[in-house]
């Protein structure tokens, strides 16, 4: 009897635009931050978002680098099931269904907020596709650092390094220490054997090195085989456990001082701030190239597929401002071990590693990433033979040619 009543006023309510606006502020956001520093951090733009009036509904796919998140997105996306958003890292990742016609592009929320002036000229040209925003960049995170538990090395007598020469010598006295700590915690997957290589490659030859390989896809030179051969040194200094284990697991290894050192992004900063260390305290930091290497440009942005409902772009609109705004660049950043990417916000209370970030980008020390430079087949090709040398006896000549003929793909 009383039926018509509620009816009635929700036809009234939709009327007035109430339930679309309601609608409007749902967000389906996928991403792959799982990890205790990760879930920490995102949950700064969730509770943001909340806070603004709107609805988050969470969608985390595990898998440490995204590829199996970037798998759900994809599918979803081109299926006719998108996302409100979604996460990628800087580069071609999402260049393809760009092509498809599938994203919203954000070029008017970038007017409004300046982006052109606030983003770095090198992270403007990485983001931007077709001279379009078509991603909003949440970060800034360099997958060449490396991390080290303070009081291991010093029970050891090792130095605190500053480069990988040093690293390996302190590695040495870790390992003549005994004790079974394991000097170096890697996670034996390909993405992760790809960080640590690439780690190598930025310390044995630089920058120039890095863009002669990953720009001029030339594997042909002496420091290349340099790096072949010396990345397959730290085999000896790894664990049996190492095969498939995660990223934030080996993290674990070193703050709790069952290793001495990890090869990592600086998302593994975040695990140590989720579990109340304090850089340049309990732990240690250094760019595997050394204090001046260049900053290879790495980390995150959100992009927007395309909806069917018309009220969507107002979430997503909503979304981006968010989360590229001045304070949640301060608060994300903080615990997510990265740094802002705008260059208008106060990063002076930020901890020691973050400062030799913030210097780079100051300096103009910032470089195309592999991300960038190489498609993802090309890239995930080099990331293969990478694997397949660190996990069989492969010679160095074999490897060499196997890494050429990735990335002429
Ligand atoms: C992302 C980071 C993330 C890391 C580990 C990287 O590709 O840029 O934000 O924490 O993967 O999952």
């Keep these: 009897m009383h039926a018509p009543i509620p009816r009635l006023l929700a036809a009234l309510i939709a009327g007035l635009g109430l339930v679309g606006a309601a609608q409007a502020q749902k967000a389906e956001v996928i991403h792959w931050w799982t990890s205790g520093g990760e879930a920490a951090a995102i ?7 909340t806070k603004a009036g709107g609805t988050w509904v969470d969608t985390p796919i595990a898998g440490g680098g995204g ?68 991603a909003v960049p949440v970060n800034l995170h360099n997958e060449n650092w490396v991390w080290f538990n303070k ?15 040093e690293m390996f010598a302190a590695m040495d006295k870790v390992k003549a220490a005994g004790g079974g700590v394991v000097p170096l915690a890697l996670g034996g997957q390909g993405w ?13 030859g630089g920058q120039d090195l890095y863009l002669k ?10 420091g290349f085989r340099k790096t072949v051969e010396t990345y397959r040194k730290l085999k000896g200094y ?42 340049g305290k309990e732990y240690g930091c250094f760019m595997a190239g050394g204090p001046k290497m260049a900053y290879a440009i790495g980390g995150d942005v959100f992009v927007f597929p395309k909806q069917k409902a018309a009220d969507a772009a107002a979430a997503q609109r909503k979304l981006a401002e968010m989360m590229i705004s001045p304070a949640m660049q301060v608060a994300f950043n903080n615990k ?16 020691v590693c973050a400062q030799a970030g913030v210097q780079a980008v100051k300096e103009g020390r910032l470089l ?25 006896d492969q010679s160095v000549d074999d490897a060499i040619k196997a890494m050429a003929a990735a990335l002429k793909r």
């Design 336 to 351: 997510k071990g990265s740094i802002p990417i705008r260059t208008d916000v106060d990063t002076s209370a930020m901890d």
């Design 213 to 222: 390989t990953f720009k001029d896809k030339d594997v042909s030179t002496p």
């Design 151 to 165: 009081a291991v090395l010093a029970k050891a007598g090792a130095k605190e390094p500053t480069n990988l020469d």
């Design 67 to 134: 590829a199996q998140a970037r798998t759900v997105m994809a599918n979803r996306t081109m299926g006719g099931d998108a996302p409100t958003a979604a996460q990628y890292n800087y580069g071609k990742q999402y260049e393809e269904i760009i092509k498809e016609g599938l994203l919203n592009d954000l070029d008017d929320v970038a007017k409004k907020g300046n982006w052109d002036a606030l983003l770095p000229e090198k992270i403007k040209n990485a983001v931007k596709v077709n001279g379009k925003y078509f």
């Design 238 to 279: 790894v664990d049996a456990g190492s095969p498939g284990r995660d990223w934030n697991l080996a993290t674990g290894m070193v703050i709790e001082g069952k290793a001495a050192f990890q090869m990592m992004g600086d998302w593994a900063k975040g695990e140590f701030v989720n579990a109340g260390k304090t850089a």
């Design 43 to 49: 949950k700064e733009f969730a509770n943001a978002y």
């Design 368 to 392: 195309q990433s592999d991300n960038e430079l190489l498609s993802p087949d090309a890239k995930g090709a080099f990331e293969d033979a990478v694997s397949k040398f660190w996990n069989s």
């Design 192 to 204: 992760q054997e790809g960080i640590t290589f690439r780690g190598v490659l930025l310390s044995v």
